[in-house]
C-alpha cells in the first residue's frame, strides 16, 4: 500500500518524458509516426497513474466507475469516428473542433470545482485564493478556447460569413467589452469563489467570438494554432485546480511548443501575429502604400489551349495553393499529372511552406493522392530550377507566386519568400476571378507576357484539362 | 503554499521545455505536428477523472466531470488517430519507393 505513492510518481515521470519525446519526434519527418504514438502510450500511462493512485488510497467507488466508463466510452467512440471519417481537405476545421472539445474538457472541471467547492481538489494543500485564480484561469482561457475554436470550424466549414460590423471598429468596443465584463467576473470569482461565475464564462465566450469572427480564411490556421496553444494553458491551469503536477508540466509543454509552432507559421505567411489578430480579414488594412494598381495586359486561355502547351513541354512544375485544396481537386490533379507523366513529362510540384488551408496541409493533401514523396519539392530547392522548366502550372496559388515580394520595396508582400514561377518559360494560373489573394494586393505576375490566365474552379478546369489531354492523345502510348 | 511554489516551478520548466523541444520543424510536418500537439493537450482528461473520482455521490458532479471526461477523450483519441492516418500516408509513400 506504501508503494503506490512511489508508484504514481514513476508513472507520472515516465509519462512526462515520453510525451516530451512525442512532441519532439512529431518535428522530424522520419519519427514522426512513433512520436505519435509515444505521445498516446504516455497518455495512456497517465490516466492509469490517476486511476491506480486514487483506487488505492481513498477507492475509487462504484458511481465514479460508472461515470468514468460511460463518459470515456461516448468521448472516444466519436473521436475515433470522426477521425476516420473526416475527409483530408477538412483537417484545419477538425483540428479546430478538436481543440475546442479540449477547452471545453478544462472549462467544466473548473466549472465543477467552482460550483461544489466541497470536493476538495489537492487535499487542501492549495490556499483558497491560489485555487480560486486557478479556477478563474481555466474558466477564462477554455472558454475562449472553445468559443474561438468553434467559429473558426464554422467559418472554415462555410457555415458562418463574416459579419459586416466585424471589419470595422466597433469589434474593438465589443472585444474590449467582453474582456473588462469578463475581468469583473474573474476578479469576484477569485476573492469569493462563487459571484461572477456566469459572468466570467458568458464574457469570455463571447470575448473567443469576437476574435476569431472577424479574421479571413487564409488566416485561420495560425488562429486555430494559438487556439491550440490556449488550450495547453486551460490543461495547466485545470492542473492548478485538482493539484496535478502532470497536468501542469504537460499543458505548459504544449502551450509553448503551440506559441512557437504559431510563430513559424506566422513567418512563412509573411505575417506578424499581432496583425492577424487586429488587422481584420482579407488584410482589408494592407492595401495602402504599394502593391496597388492596375492590370494592364492580361491574356486568359481555355483549357485546350493550355492542354496543347503541355502536351509539347518536357518539364512541368504544379504550384498547388489554397483554391486547390479549397475546389478539393487534388485527386483530378493526379490523374492529370499520370497522364503527363505516361507521356515522359516530367512532373514535379512546387511546394510553398505555407501552401494548402494550412502550412504542412498540401503535403497531407498530395500525399492521400497517391503523389511520390520525391516528386514534391520545396521551395528552396525548386526556385533554380524554375528558368528550365517549360510550363508552370499555379492551381489556386496566388501570394505566393507574387514577384512583387521580390522586385518591389514599396509592396507590402517584399520580403516574403515566394516562388519564382515567372522564370519559367509558360506559366499557366487557373484562378476563379481576378479578385486579389488574401492579401489583397495586386499580382504582377498575371501582367506578364509569358502568363496566361485560365479561369474557373480548379476541379473543373482541370477536369476539362484531362478531357483534352486525352482527346489530344497524349500519354496513350501505341 | 509548498505544491503552489512548486507548481509554478513546474509550470516555468515546463513552458521552457516547449519552447525549445520544436525549433525547426520542415512544413511538411506543421499540420501533422499540430494535430498531435492538440491530442496531447486533451491531457486535461486527467483533471476531470480526479473530479469525478473525488466527487462521492455528488450527482450533478459527476455528470459534469463524465461530461468534460468526454469532451477531453473526444480531443484526445480523435486527435491521435487523425494524426496517424496523415502520417501514414507519409510513410506509405516512402515505403512504396
Known sequence: MTLIGPIKFAIDLLAVLLLALGIKGLSKVRSAREANRLAAIAMLLAAFGVLMNSQGTIGISIHSWVWIISGTLIGGLLGAITAKKVPM????????????????????????????????????VVSELVRN?????????????????????????GWLLTPSWTQSKSRHFFNILCAVLALIGGIYLSIDGQNGLFLLVVASSFLGIGVTLPIGGADMPVVISLLNSYSGVAAAA????????????????????????TQVMCDGMNRSLVSVLFGGA??????????????????SCSPEECALTLEAAE???????????????????????????????EVTYAIHPVAGRMPGHMNVLLA????????????????PEFPATDVVLVLGANDVVNPQAKNDQTSPLYGMPVLDVQEARTVFVVKRGMSAGYSGIKNDLFDLQNTSMVFGDAKKVLGDLLVELKELGVGSKG | MSFFSEALWV?????????????????????????????????TMLAALTLIIQSGDNLPLLIIGSISLGFALFNVIGG??????????????????
Open chain 2, 11 to 43: 509550470l516555468l520548466l515546463g513552458s521552457l521545455l516547449g519552447l525549445e523541444l520544436i525549433g525547426k520543424v520542415p512544413p511538411t510536418l506543421h499540420t501533422p505536428l499540430m494535430s498531435g500537439a492538440n491530442a496531447i493537450s486533451g491531457i
Open chain 1, 282 to 299: 482579407l488584410g482589408a488594412s494592407s492595401v495602402t502604400g504599394g502593391g496597388g494598381g492596375e492590370y494592364k495586359n492580361i491574356t
Open chain 1, 238 to 261: 485545470a492542473g492548478f485546480v485538482v493539484g496535478s503536477q502532470l497536468l501542469i508540466v504537460a499543458g505548459a509543454m504544449v502551450g509553448a511548443a503551440g506559441l512557437i509552432l
Open chain 1, 368 to 383: 492521400e493522392a497517391d503523389v511520390p514523396y520525391e516528386q514534391l519539392k520545396e521551395m528552396d530547392v525548386i526556385n
Open chain 1, 133 to 157: 485564480f486557478s479556477i478563474v484561469v481555466s474558466l477564462f482561457v477554455g472558454a475562449i478556447t472553445f468559443s474561438g475554436s468553434i467559429v473558426a470550424m464554422a467559418k472554415l466549414q
Open chain 2, 80 to 97: 491521435f488517430l487523425v494524426t496517424d492516418r496523415m502520417l501514414a500516408m507519409f510513410s506509405r509513400k516512402k515505403t512504396l519507393k
Open chain 1, 315 to 345: 518539364r512541368v512544375v504544379i504550384v498547388p495553393g489554397y483554391g486547390l485544396a479549397v475546389a478539393q481537386a487534388q485527386h483530378t490533379l493526379r490523374e492529370v499529372t499520370r497522364v503527363l507523366e505516361s507521356a515522359d513529362i
Open chain 1, 89 to 124: 481537405t477538412a483537417m484545419p476545421e477538425i483540428v479546430a473542433l478538436f481543440n475546442g472539445c479540449g477547452g471545453m474538457s478544462s472549462l467544466l472541471v473548473a466549472l465543477g470545482v467552482a460550483l461544489f467547492p466541497s470536493s476538495e481538489g489537492s487535499d487542501g
